[in-house]
């Protein structure tokens, strides 16, 4: 059984910066790309950034380039999302999620088989 738990969100205020954890349980990790994906109120989930992996590959969504940057720690079994120079339309809670087949990561959240229960992130201006 795959568990997957967020963590590091709160409130901020614009340029500020925060850095989410996401502690992943379960065989094969490393096998796996994983991805963060946010919900802001009223919106749609949408991508944020997911790494493959190795962790030698990373995309990102163009809202977020420059400014947040995923990383992964295979012996953890823990995958990061640092996030600089926050702006208050990064506003949404936070989800952290495992694809469902190794491979490269993916922008469709279709492609994810486990998601954890997120973590909110407030930018106040």
């Known amino acids: 059984q795959v568990h997957v738990v967020e963590s590091g969100g709160g409130l901020v205020h614009t340029g500020d910066s925060l850095r989410l954890s996401c502690q992943v349980s379960?065989?094969?990790?490393?096998?796996?790309?994983m991805g963060w994906f946010r919900q802001a109120p009223g919106k749609e989930r949408e991508f944020v950034a997911t790494?493959?992996?190795?962790?030698?590959?990373?995309i990102y969504a163009d809202s977020v380039k420059g400014r947040f940057t995923i990383s992964r720690d295979n012996a953890k079994n823990t995958v990061s999302l640092q996030m600089n120079n926050l702006q208050p339309e990064d506003t949404a809670v936070y989800y952290c999620?495992?694809?469902?087949?190794?491979?490269?990561?993916?922008?469709?959240?279709?492609?994810?088989?486990?998601w954890g229960q997120g973590t909110r992130v407030t930018v106040s201006s």
């Open positions: 999620a495992r694809t469902k087949n190794p491979g490269f990561g993916s922008r469709w959240d279709a492609d994810y088989a486990y």
């Open positions: 379960g065989l094969y990790f490393s096998s796996f790309p």
């Open positions: 790494i493959d992996w190795s962790g030698d590959k990373t």
